[in-house]
């Protein structure tokens, strides 16, 4: 007698328990990837773009990868347990502990550090809280990230009580300046300053903010999902969606974010660590973004200029000449490297 087939899907959090640990495919990032993340996303961060220039300043002979391609890429890693999420709350420790050039291989393991179920309400059915411990290491070994993050779940029932209420406020940090200042890379800058226009570190105060005037739509959202290895459902099935639409990965909106940042500051060379990522707003694939930038702190690094920046993203929907609200969509305060 031929067996019922098994169902493939994802847990619900009473299927969570404390300390549980689960892998991913081990990934090899290529130039592959890069064109794709380029071509979703439009960044201008030099260095990724300038393979020589990579060479001469990294002294490393593979190119340099965008920042946020890799950490994309570790986030869709550590998504099975949350492939029914309906909202990611944080990030905390984020802190890109060291480069990764093309041809670096990532591998990734996640770990259930905390539980809490949420305050049930009559009107709503039970959900719960999950600290997921994200360690990433290279080919060799080496640390690039660990971070936490706290996707919120749905429960199997409705009206589960589930008996969980971990704190979540003790885990995890919020990385300050001598975080980021340890994640600067030894690079050498010597002769980027004559041959590199535009607007630098030491023409920027603390308090300036930029307002980029230009919106980008967008589009291939299912792809940067998948491309990541991102398992969440509601990316790539509408059903699984709140609103009844697929909802875009949160990396998407950081990285067209991040891209309009670059065009106000064209002499960005890579980013250090997350402060704080809050995605204030779900947005959906045609929607318009745009963001505004402004400088919190500055403080010099061995190479180059570290910067504090916070980026916040608003989105349109629907006709352009209907009126549409702008609805916030991304508060971020992050740490880069200047030239």
Not at 7 to 23: H, K, N, T, V
Not at 313 to 325: C, L, S
Request: glycine residues 8%.
């Amino acid at each position: 007698m031929t067996p019922p087939p098994t169902d493939i899907a994802g847990p619900w959090f009473e299927d969570l328990s404390r300390g549980q640990e689960y892998d991913a495919p081990a990934v090899t990032l290529t130039a592959g990837h890069a064109v794709l993340y380029q071509a979703l996303c439009g960044d201008r961060l030099r260095l990724p773009l300038d393979h020589a220039a990579s060479r001469r300043v990294t002294r490393v002979d593979e190119p340099l990868l965008h920042p946020l391609l890799p950490i994309n890429v570790v986030i869709g890693q550590s998504t099975w347990a949350s492939q029914r999420v309906k909202g990611n709350l944080f990030y905390r420790g984020l802190v890109l502990q060291r480069p990764v050039h093309a041809g670096d291989t990532l591998s990734t393991r996640t770990k259930i550090v905390a539980l809490r179920q949420n305050q049930p309400r009559p009107e709503r059915a039970a959900t719960g809280m999950a600290v997921l411990e994200v360690e990433t290491h290279n080919q060799r070994g080496d640390a690039v990230l660990r971070f936490w993050r706290c996707p919120m779940l749905p429960c199997r029932d409705p009206a589960a009580e589930t008996g969980w209420s971990d704190d979540l406020d003790s885990i995890g940090t919020r990385p300050q300046d001598v975080a980021a200042g340890a994640a600067v890379p030894s690079w050498s800058l010597e002769g980027l300053g004559a041959s590199w226009s535009g607007v630098k570190a030491a023409d920027i105060a603390a308090g300036q903010a930029f307002r980029i005037d230009s919106w980008d739509t967008v589009t291939a959202a299912p792809e940067f999902a998948r491309v990541t290895l991102n398992l969440a459902m509601t990316h790539t099935d509408a059903r699984s969606s709140y609103l009844g639409e697929r909802l875009v990965y949160g990396g998407h909106v950081l990285a067209i974010a991040f891209a309009q940042v670059t065009r106000a500051m064209p002499n960005l060379l890579t980013m250090l660590a997350w402060e704080r990522c809050d995605h204030l707003a779900p947005v959906l694939e045609g929607d318009r973004l745009r963001s505004e930038v402004t400088v919190v702190a500055k403080s010099p690094a061995r190479s180059g200029t570290m910067l504090q920046l916070v980026v916040r993203t608003y989105a349109t929907r629907g006709a352009v000449d209907a009126g549409a609200a702008e609805i916030p969509v991304l508060d971020w305060v992050v740490w880069v490297l200047s030239l």
